[in-house]
């Protein structure tokens, strides 16, 4: 695929490319290698101390920047260029590099500013889910699933209560599962399910919900406002078993009180956790946990900790199944703005399924860019071939490769139904056990596959910076090989010495010419 568009865009990249050159005159020539204006302009624009008003601060740039140019010359006259490690180091900054041009990040930012608003809130709501089969499966196999949910949700809608129903439904019955939810919920849940779950009003009851797990009857119950996150240190005092008497309830609290008064006295909480701590993981630290939010630790625990209100606020003994804690308040976060958690966003959703809503502004504005032309019927005896055998099924695989209709069209180039069947037997790959869900998925990254080879086989036309900051990569990492040879490694007082030696030495070795014209009328060419 990658050898069909690299040869499809070939003559048009190079004729680009000459029409380019013809309009950015040489500012210089350095070993016979001539420099374009745009490069010189480039690099200065991006030295803080160069004045393009000012022509003796250009002309001082002019000198700093030949003079690299220089080295760069002698560091290829010497092949580093040609040194396996150099090359490696080039190939893996121009893969990084590509993957940062092949993106769309004003699209990728307003998909994590949706997804950080709903951090700000907690939904908490009750399920009934009606999972399917287990394994691969096709639309057949998931009648039962939603059968059974309409029956419940019309039992519901006649009177039963949404609790009476999932209880009873849930009882000895694996592949129904009730269950009441309150936890930080974005990225935790299959995408469709959390657009639901965050356009329900408190109260309201939603019809059964396709999720690639089962058919999901969703009532709202309350949605809060996230308090944020809290970093707290405690004292844990255990109980003797894990089935306490009360006796062995009242001995364990009246240790944990005397260790509280200690504390409200004004003993060292830390001093006394590393003592008295049977927390044999943060005892040694000074019972210091690391910050959580709501939903992570035991609701006795995570209750008492939100409501000390000052950090060095101490609690009361708290009961949890482990025994009573006191906790001591450290620091308290009430919002993480969305620098600090943006990152950490986009990792989650770029290693998830999630990574299609991630990418999807990319996706389209390369569909358009290519001038994607999709044939609906094409897809249609697919998806009807996926109704009856799963996309991974040998049978999918003949049956399909016999299809050869135009499925999708980019750039004139046609793609055909086999050429997809193809594509999904090779790759084979996806978190969907859904026939129709794991066919959809491999067209979007069938789709993807190629538009992102095409604009990886164009970047040198279409995105100068691209150029430019390759070219100032393998300059940069020349000069840098070279001068720890002939400076850096001498000691710090003779550098400046060595330094000047070699750039005379360099003068003296590669004729140098600067096109004085163009330096001296420089100002027309920066807009």
Request: proline letters at 4%; charged letters at 30%.
């Amino acid at each position: 695929m990658k050898k069909i568009v690299m040869l499809l865009f070939s003559v048009v990249i190079m004729t680009t490319i000459d029409a380019k050159e013809k309009k950015d005159p040489v500012v210089m020539t350095v070993a016979g290698n001539d420099i374009l204006l745009s490069e010189f302009i480039y690099t200065a624009a991006k030295d803080k101390g160069v004045d393009f008003n000012n022509k003796k601060s250009v002309e001082n740039y002019l000198e700093l920047f030949k003079n690299y140019k220089l080295k760069v010359a002698d560091a290829e006259a010497l092949t580093i260029s040609k040194a396996p490690k150099f090359i490696r180091e080039m190939e893996n900054y121009k893969s990084q590099l590509q993957e940062s041009f092949l993106m769309d990040k004003s699209k990728e930012d307003s998909v994590l500013h949706v997804i950080y608003s709903r951090t700000k809130y907690i939904p908490g709501f009750k399920q009934i889910l009606f999972r399917f089969p287990g394994g691969e499966i096709l639309p057949k196999d998931t009648v039962e699933a939603y059968k059974n949910a309409m029956d419940a949700y019309n039992r519901i809608k006649g009177g039963e209560s949404f609790e009476s129903v999932g209880e009873s439904l849930s009882e000895g019955n694996d592949g129904i599962g009730y269950t009441i939810i309150e936890k930080a919920f974005p990225l935790r849940y299959p995408k469709v399910i959390e657009d639901k779950v965050f356009s329900m009003k408190v109260g309201e009851m939603s019809m059964p919900v396709r999720s690639p797990v089962g058919f999901h009857i969703i009532k709202m119950e309350k949605i809060i406002p996230d308090p944020g996150k809290v970093r707290v240190a405690h004292i844990l005092t255990r109980f003797a078993s894990d089935t306490p008497s009360e006796e062995e309830k009242e001995a364990t609290l009246k240790l944990s009180d005397s260790i509280y008064q200690r504390a409200m006295a004004g003993e060292d909480f830390e001093e006394l956790a590393k003592k008295h701590s049977e927390d044999t993981i943060t005892g040694k630290n000074g019972g210091l946990l690391s910050f959580f939010g709501i939903g992570v630790m035991i609701e006795s625990f995570e209750k008492a900790a939100f409501a000390l209100e000052t950090p060095g606020n101490i609690s009361k003994p708290v009961q949890t199944r482990h025994g009573y804690h006191v906790i001591k308040l450290i620091e308290y976060k009430p919002e993480i703005p969305f620098e600090e958690v943006a990152g950490s966003i986009s990792h989650t959703m770029k290693n998830t399924d999630r990574h299609f809503e991630l990418y999807k502004g990319f996706d389209e504005k390369m569909k358009e860019r290519h001038g994607y032309i999709f044939y609906q019927e094409a897809y249609e005896e697919l998806q009807r071939l996926a109704d009856e055998y799963f996309p991974m099924d040998t049978n999918f695989y003949y049956r399909g490769m016999e299809m050869e209709k135009p499925l999708i069209s980019l750039d004139s180039m046609v793609f055909f139904q086999n050429q997809f069947v193809l594509f999904v037997s090779q790759l084979g790959a996806s978190t969907k056990t859904l026939s129709i869900d794991f066919m959809s998925e491999m067209f979007d990254i069938f789709i993807r596959n190629i538009v992102t080879e095409m604009e990886r086989d164009i970047l040198e036309r279409d995105y100068p910076e691209y150029n430019m900051q390759v070219k100032g990569f393998y300059d940069g990492t020349l000069v840098y090989e070279l001068s720890n040879k002939r400076v850096w490694s001498f000691p710090l007082e003779e550098q400046d010495k060595l330094d000047a030696e070699w750039i005379k030495e360099l003068n003296e070795k590669y004729p140098v010419t600067i096109n004085k014209k163009v330096v001296k009328n420089i100002k027309k060419y920066l807009n």
